[in-house]
């Protein structure tokens, strides 16, 4: 019978990719550990999975550079043990029987006793088989139950290498004579029993067999075991040393067939899953070979995108942006040509602003220009929408400039910015067919940053001429103001503090104190009057630029030259007094409006107390003597006859108007 339950291979991660075993495809074995320690350490193993009473052998799949890509699995039922131990039983002698142990002393095969396998001879050690249990590995159990409970079996066993021949007492109570054996290429352990009943014969002829026999038992265990060991690993061997070759690149290896039985039959399904191997790598590397041609070209143009894209942003001069623009997406791209068409104030024309080479300055000085709806730009910008020409001369519509000759493919892209379209961008190629949606695709992007660029680089210079405006109006306003504020106040204001009071004082206007004010620049002077020269500092007081008043102070002779860091200081006090100054300024003239708009509404609230047009002209001219201060107010109606309404003084002047 054929013991092979599957033949798989798993990628790294795992998963069953090929299988003898359809249902098996897909599965996920990467926490089982025939997986693991032949992905880890790169060699073949052997694993015992007792509730599936299967064995596993697995080996490494290796790519051209020696890494483990994967393993190769087969699943073996393990019942192919017990044939070849049922088989091989009476090699000892008459009545014998053979147990075949794992490295855990757990029974595989037992010839005599077939209940007894998948059971350990004592109890497993809980946190090993707590573990098992829980990978699915060992059948569900306590220890005790899964166990023959052999003590005396397991200590010999372990004294094996000293003492191969030993008698212990059997499952059934019996006492037995046992040569055990240790397998050379797996841990396991082959024993031979035999009756002790044998041996119970007349005493000297049994002394004498008995040893005979003994001696017989221990070399036929010997080389059972052996052979048994050589009849199960040999054609394992060979396929492990074919997976491990296939591994190393050697993807023609074919596994030798030479049986009908199970592994036969594995070795041809071996084969069948190398040569589906061999297919699969082979279309795998040409489709990675493609897709990583692709994404270096994406890459290549992603890269140049964003270069112009950084570099049209770092731009707000509309010139040298258009220009920069066109010339790096040749580079970049590798373009015959590229220009940048911008429309005109009527909307009629559009205007090339830039162009890439000798043509592009060619053309720019002869003030090239497109009517739009006539051309591929001019189509362009009336659509709003990309015209392409993969072959420019079966383009009906397209122009045909005679600076560009060797044009083969060109498309026009609308530059686009806020819903609006300023213009259009010619790319130009001397391949035919050199257009592709991918690199349309990034090409649009770039005119996009590009017509977002341009209307940025328009904001800005208006919102420059705006700001320039807005402070000069200001500035005005402020020099108006202070001008309006002195006039007011009739003379110069000047005050002085000499560190226990402030008082008002006359203004110094020498010639220090004038160019401060008219310059606006810091003067320093010494002061011959006073005993040693004080040294004088004038710092002028600036709102918005117009000087307002200067802060004149001293420093005693003794105590030097007025130093940077003190003028720096005082220029840092006299910005902060004219703020304060010009805040306190600002609030007066709000007041004063105030008063203004509070004395109008109250005005007019009286004059709309009444109805009759007499009465309203007398309170208004009570209410405008009152708040102006004068002593008489005239009031003409037009298009009436030269009747004036008058309160005369009370000194009998004539009436101010």
Known sequence: PVFISSYALLDADGHVVLSTEKSEIGRDESNRDYFQKTYQSGLPSLSVWYSEKSLYFSAPVRNENEAVVGVLRARYDAAFLQQLITQHSGLGAQEAYAVLLDEHHIILAHSLYPQTIFKSLVPLEVTLLQQWQAEGRFPPGEPTTLSINLPEVEEKLAQIREETFFEVTDVQGIRQQAAAATMKERPWTVVFIQPRSV??????????????????????AAYASLGLSRLITTPLSQLTESARRIAAGELDIQAEVTSRDEIGALAQAFNEMTSQLRDMIASLEERVAERTRDLEERSAYLQAAAEIGRAVAATLDP????????DLMKERFGLYYVGLFELDGTG?????????GKEGQAMIARRHRIRVGSGMIGWCIANRQPRIAQQAELDDVRLRPPELPKTRAEAALPLRARGEVLGALTIQSDQPGFFTPDNL??????????AVALENARLFAESQAALSS???ITLERARRGWQERLLRAGQAIAVRADGHSTLPAPPVLDENVRR?????????EVDEQTPGGNYLLNV?????????????????????????????????????LALSLESA?????????????????????RIRSTTDPQEMIRIAIEELKQALGVSHVRITPQRLSPAITETPSSDGNSPQE
């Open 585 to 605: 300024r600002l609030f007066e003239e709000t007041v004063r409006r105030a008063e203004r708009e509070h004395l109008v509404t109250e005005i007019t609230t």
């Open 441 to 450: 695709a990034i090409f649009q992007i770039i005119a996009d940053q590009i």
């Open 516 to 524: 401060a004010l008219e310059r606006g620049e810091i003067t320093a």
């Open 470 to 472: 807005l402070e000069r």
């Open 199 to 220: 041996f119970i014969t007349p005493i000297n002829q049994q002394i004498r067999r008995s040893i005979l026999m003994a001696i017989g038992v221990i070399f036929l």
């Open 348 to 356: 009629e024309w559009a205007n090339l602003r830039a162009g890439t």
């Open 540 to 576: 002028p007081i600036k709102v918005r630029g117009t000087t307002i008043g200067v802060l004149r102070t001293y420093k005693p002779a003794e105590r030097g030259t007025w130093t940077e860091a003190e003028v720096q200081a005082l220029s840092a006090i006299a910005e902060r």
């Open 319 to 326: 010139e040298s942006l258009v220009q920069q623009a066109v």
